[in-house]
C-alpha cells in the first residue's frame, strides 16, 4: 500500500493545503495529514480546533487520516510505515527551503519527498497571512475550506 504524511502547522487548514492533498489522493492508497506539535509554536488555533477542520473537510474521503506527531518527521514516518512526505510548492521560497529539508531527511532514512506544484488560483494563500487578515476581522471565506469558517 502507498502511504503518504503530508506534514505541517495546518493553523489553520487552507485552500492551498486542500488543494495540494485533492491532487495527491490519485498518488496514493492513504495520505495521512500530521499535524506537527512545537512545544515552542504559538498557535492561533487550538490544536483541537485544528484536528476537527480537517477531519471535517475530508469526512467523505476514507484515503485521508488526520494525526499528530512530536518530534523529528521522518521518526514518525518509521513509526507509521509511511514511506513518502508530501509537500506543497508555491514559489522559490518553499523551494529552497523545502529542497534542505528534503535533502537532510533523506540522510536521515529512506523516505522519499514528493513534491507538488501550488495551483495558480491558490498559490498565494498561507496560513500566516490568513491568520493576519482573520485576526483583523477581515473576511478568510475566499481562502479556507467551509469547515474553517464554521468556527
Ligand atoms: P509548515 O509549518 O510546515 O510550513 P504549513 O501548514 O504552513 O506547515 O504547510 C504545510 C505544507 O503545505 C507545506 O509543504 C507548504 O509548502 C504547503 N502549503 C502551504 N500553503 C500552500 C499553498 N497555498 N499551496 C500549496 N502548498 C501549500
Known sequence: MRRAIFPGSFDPITLGHVDI??????????????????????????????????????????????????????????????????RGLRNPADFEFEKAIAQTNRKLSEIETVFLLTSATTAFISSSIVRDVYRHGGDISKFVPKSVLKK
Open 21 to 86: 492533498v485533492n491532487r495527491a489522493l490519485p498518488l496514493f492508497d492513504e495520505i495521512i495529514i500530521a499535524i506537527g506539535v512545537n512545544a515552542d509554536k504559538k498557535y492561533m488555533f487550538s490544536l483541537d480546533e485544528r484536528i476537527n477542520f480537517i477531519k471535517e473537510n475530508y469526512k467523505n474521503e476514507p484515503k485521508i487520516k488526520v494525526t499528530t506527531y512530536t518530534g523529528l518527521t521522518t521518526d514518525y514516518c518509521q513509526k507509521m510505515n509511511v514511506d513518502f512526505i508530501l
